[in-house]
C-alpha cells in the first residue's frame, strides 16, 4: 500500500489523499514524498484533470515530518544529505505551487487546493501553504501550525519563506519562533489558511472548478511583490527585524542555534528571489540538523518522549486502564490530580477529611474550566461534563469500585498510614494504591499496606494541570501490574512518565536540590546574586536558582534541610547552604507567597529585582568568579547527581533521565539533558571540569566512577547504553 492515493473524478478533479497504513496520524516519509510527486507529475500531465484537491483519508491533515527520516538523512548522508533530502522536498512543492503555468506568462496552471478535516502540524502545513487554496474543516479541537522550532529545529520545507512572504516576517513570527498553534478560524483569521468550511473537501473542489489563472499564481511569482511590512532594508522593515533579533536573543539567551537560523533563513532569504530564498532556508536547516543540539533535542523531546509515552518501559502484562480513580486529599497536588483525571474521561472520588474541603478541590476543577470557557477553550457543557464525573465527599466508602487510588494527603508518614489502611478497607482487593510524594521513601510507606506488590509511588508535579512530567516510583516490593497501571493511568491523563527506583529524593528533587543549593551556597560565599541567576539563564535554565527557591518557597526548602539532616547525620553536607536559607526563613522571606525573598515583590505580587538586603548580610567578594565557573557549578551540581542516580540503579534508562530532567525542572533543553549535555562536551572534558570543581569546591563535584570509566575508554552515555537492557 501507498501512502497518497488519487481518484480521477469525471468532473475533472484528481483527488489525491494521504492516508499513511497503520498510522493514526500522517506523516511524511521521503517514500511519500516520491509518491506524491508521481501523483502530481500524473495530474499536471493528463489532460482530463482540470485541478487537484490534496487531502487526508483520515480525521487529521497530518502531524508533520516523520523526525525518524530527517535524523537518518543525517545519518546516511550528513550535511550533503540533509541538504539533498530537503531540496527534494522543495522541488516537490514548487511543482505544486506552479502546478504546470508558463514562467513568463504566469498562464495555463492547474488550481491545487488543500482540504483539511483536522489538525495540519509542520510538513501538514508547509504542504498546504504550497497550494493555492486552503480550506480547513470547522473543527474546533483541530490545530494549525508550525511547532518544529519547540524540538530543536525549524520548518525547514519551505513554511519559513512562504509564510513569512504571506504574512509578513514580524505577524509570521509568533507562528515560526514561538511554535503558535491555532484552531481553524483563528489560523484564517491570522491569514495561515484561506477559508473554513463544514466540508472542505467539497468546497476545495468546488474552487478548482470555478479557478481562473490568476487565482493560482502566488504573491512573490507575481510581478512587483513586496513583502508585507516591508524587506529589511526598508525602513519599516529594518525595524522589524532589529525587534526580532532582539527578541529571539532576550528569549533564547543564545543557546538554541534553531531561532537563530530561522531569523537568518528570514532575513536573508527576504533580499533574493523566492526560489533562491528556498535554498537559503535549506542551508540554515541543515545548518540546525547538524548542530548536536538539534540532534539532542529531537531524541529528547520526540523520539525519546514518544517512546516512553507509548511505554518503552511498560511491563509486559494485561491492559491495565483505569475506569474510576479515588483520590485522597482535596489540596492543591489532590484537586489538581482530580481536573486532569476527569478531564481524561475517568471517574473520579476526591475524599478529604471535611467536606468543605473535599468540595474546594472540585471548586479548583471548575475554575480552571472558566478560565479555559474565557479562552474560548471549553464550554459550559464540557465543564457540566467533567464536574459531573467528580465526586466529593467524606465518606471512604464511596471508594469502593475505584481500581486505582491515588494518596495525596501532608508529607507525614503517619497521615499516610492512616488513609492507607483506612482506603484498603473498602477498596477491591486487586487495586492499586499510589501515594503521591517527593520526598518520603516508598518502601517506608508501604508498610501501611496489606498489599505492598500493589503500592507504588506516583510523584506529580505542581501545578499539575500544566507540568508534562510524572515520576513513578517503584518500592522494593512493588510488582509489575502495578508499574503497568500507574503508566497507563498517566498515558489516559496525557502526560509523560519516567518510571525510577525508590531512593532518597527519587529521580528529579534528587537532581534540582543540588542545583538550587549550589546557587545558594555561592550567595554565602560572597559571589554577585545577578551573576549567579545569569550564569544559568545562558546556560538555558528556565530559571535561576534563587528564582527557582522563591517560586517553591524558602521555608520549603528549611523543611527538606532539616529532614535530610536528620537522616544522614554527620554525613549532611550543606550545612553552608543552611546557613542562608535558614537566615532568609528568620527574615520571614519565604519566597513569592509572602511576596519576600530572594528577590522583591510589587504589591501586586510581580517580581522586581534582587534583594538588596542579601548585599547587607553576605557582601560581595571583590574578586567574582569567571562566568564559566559559577555556569559550571550549576550544571554540574545537576548532571553529576544523574550520573549517580543512574549509576546507582535509580535511574534505569538514560532517556527517562534526559526527558524527566528537562519536563520536570527544566533542564537546559537545548542540550536534550544531562546525559545528551555530558556526550556534547564529551566524558574526557566533563571529568576534566569535575577534577577543577572538585579541587576548588569539594568532593560533590568527584567524577563518578562511570564518567571517569567513560573517559578513559572514550564512551559516550548514548553510545553505549542508548538501548540498554531493562533492569530485572
Given amino acids: 500500500m501507498t501512502d497518497f492515493t488519487m481518484d480521477k473524478g469525471a468532473d475533472g478533479v484528481a483527488v489525491i489523499t494521504w492516508d499513511v497504513p497503520g498510522k493514526s496520524m500522517n506523516v511524511l516519509s521521503m517514500d511519500g514524498a516520491t509518491a506524491l510527486d508521481g501523483l502530481i507529475d500524473d495530474a499536471l500531465a493528463d489532460e482530463a484533470v482540470k485541478g487537484v484537491v490534496i487531502t487526508s483519508g483520515k480525521k487529521d491533515f497530518a502531524g508533520g515530518m516523520d523526525l525518524n527520516v530527517i535524523a ?103 507562528f515560526l519562533l514561538e511554535g503558535k498553534l491555532s484552531d481553524p478560524r483563528k489560523a484564517r483569521a491570522a491569514g495561515l489558511i484561506d477559508e473554513v468550511v463544514e466540508d472542505p473537501l467539497a468546497a476545495a473542489r468546488d474552487w478548482v472548478l470555478a479557478a481562473k489563472d490568476a487565482d493560482i499564481v502566488k504573491p512573490w511569482d ?21 525587534g526580532a533579533s532582539a527578541m529571539v536573543h532576550g528569549k533564547t539567551m543564545g543557546v538554541y542555534p534553531a531561532a537563530r537560523a530561522l531569523l537568518s533563513a528570514v532575513y536573508e532569504g527576504a533580499m533574493v528571489p ?52 479515588g483520590i485522597l486529599g482535596a489540596g492543591m497536588m489532590g484537586a489538581g490530580i482530580a481536573h486532569v483525571s476527569a478531564m481524561a474521561g475517568i471517574d473520579v472520588v476526591l475524599i478529604d477529611a471535611a467536606q468543605d474541603a473535599a468540595d474546594r478541590g472540585k471548586a479548583h476543577s471548575a475554575g480552571l474550566l472558566d478560565k479555559a470557557i474565557g479562552r474560548k477553550k471549553a464550554t459550559e457543557e464540557k465543564k457540566a461534563e467533567v464536574l459531573g464525573r ?13 481500581d486505582l487510588i491515588v494518596e495525596a494527603v501532608f508529607e507525614d508518614p503517619a497521615v499516610k498510614a492512616e488513609v492507607t489502611r483506612k482506603a484498603e478497607a473498602v477498596i477491591p482487593g486487586d487495586a492499586i494504591f499510589a501515594t503521591n510524594t517527593s520526598t518520603l521513601p516508598i518502601g517506608d510507606l508501604a508498610k501501611a499496606s496489606a498489599r505492598p506488590e500493589q503500592f507504588i509511588g506516583i510523584h506529580f508535579f505542581s501545578p499539575v494541570d500544566k507540568m508534562l512530567l510524572v515520576e513513578i516510583i517503584k518500592g522494593r516490593q512493588t510488582g509489575p501490574r502495578a508499574v503497568a497501571k500507574a503508566l497507563d493511568f498517566v498515558r489516559q491523563i496525557r502526560k509523560t512518565p519516567i518510571v525510577v527506583n525508590d531512593a532518597r ?15 545558594i551556597r555561592m550567595v554565602g560565599e560572597g559571589v554577585n546574586p545577578t551573576l549567579i541567576e545569569n550564569a544559568a539563564k545562558l546556560m538555558g535554565m528556565p530559571l535561576g536558582p534563587l528564582q527557582l527557591v522563591d517560586e517553591t518557597s524558602i521555608d520549603l526548602g528549611v523543611k527538606i534541610a532539616r529532614a535530610t539532616r536528620a537522616a544522614m547525620g554527620e554525613a549532611y553536607p550543606d550545612g553552608a547552604v543552611d546557613a542562608v536559607i535558614f537566615w532568609m526563613a528568620d527574615q520571614n522571606r519565604l519566597g513569592r507567597k509572602t511576596n519576600a525573598g530572594f528577590y522583591t515583590y510589587d504589591a501586586a505580587g510581580k517580581r522586581q529585582a534582587l534583594w538588596d538586603g542579601l548585599d547587607a548580610q553576605y557582601p560581595q567578594a571583590d574578586d567574582q568568579p569567571e562566568l564559566s565557573e559559577v555556569q559550571h557549578r550549576l550544571m554540574f551540581a545537576q548532571t553529576l547527581e544523574a550520573v549517580r542516580a543512574l549509576e546507582q540503579g535509580v535511574l534505569e534508562d538514560i532517556r527517562e533521565g534526559d526527558v524527566g530532567a528537562i519536563l520536570g525542572w527544566g533542564f537546559a533543553p537545548w542540550s536534550g539533558g544531562p546525559f545528551g549535555w555530558l556526550d556534547m562536551l564529551g566524558a574526557a572534558r566533563a571529568v576534566e571540569i569535575c577534577d577543577h570543581l572538585s579541587a576548588r569546591h569539594g568532593d560533590r563535584f568527584a567524577a563518578p566512577a562511570l564518567l571517569r570509566e567513560m573517559a578513559a575508554s572514550g564512551d559516550s552515555f548514548y553510545g553505549r547504553l542508548a538501548a540498554r537492557p531493562r533492569a530485572a
Fill in 222 to 242: 507575481a510581478k512587483g511583490y513586496k513583502m508585507p511590512g516591508g524587506e529589511p532594508f526598508h525602513p519599516a522593515g529594518f525595524m522589524t527585524f532589529v
Fill in 505 to 519: 529524593f527519587f529521580y528529579a528533587n534528587r537532581c534540582i536540590i543540588p542545583y538550587i543549593n549550589e546557587g
Fill in 390 to 402: 467528580i465526586t466529593a465527599t467524606t465518606d471512604y466508602a464511596a471508594l469502593a469500585g475505584c
Fill in 72 to 174: 537518518g538523512m543525517k545519518d546516511r548522508g550528513g550535511a550533503q544529505g540533509v541538504f539533498d533530502g530537503v531540496m527534494t522536498l522543495h522541488h516537490l512543492l514548487r511543482k505544486i505551487e506552479l502546478a504546470g503555468m508558463d514562467p513568463k506568462t504566469k498562464k495555463g496552471g492547474k488550481p491545487i487546493a488543500a482540504a483539511l478535516p483536522g489538525t495540519a502540524l509542520g510538513i501538514g502545513l508547509e504542504l498546504p501553504l504550497a497550494t493555492h487554496r486552503i480550506f480547513a474543516a470547522d473543527n474546533p479541537k483541530a490545530k494549525i501550525g508550525l511547532p518544529e522550532i519547540m524540538v530543536g529545529i525549524f520548518p525547514g520545507a519551505g513554511g519559513t519563506t512562504r509564510l513569512t512572504r504571506k504574512l509578513g516576517a514580524m505577524m509570521a513570527a509568533p
Fill in 274 to 325: 523566492f526560489d533562491q530564498a528556498l535554498k537559503i532556508e535549506a542551508r540554515w536547516f541543515t545548518n540546525v540538523l547538524m548542530n548536536p543540539s538539534s540532534s539532542a533535542m529531537i531524541r529528547s523531546l520526540f523520539i525519546n518522549k514518544e517512546a516512553l509515552e507509548k511505554g518503552a518501559n511498560r511491563p509486559e502484562v494485561a491492559d491495565q486502564t483505569v475506569r474510576k480513580v
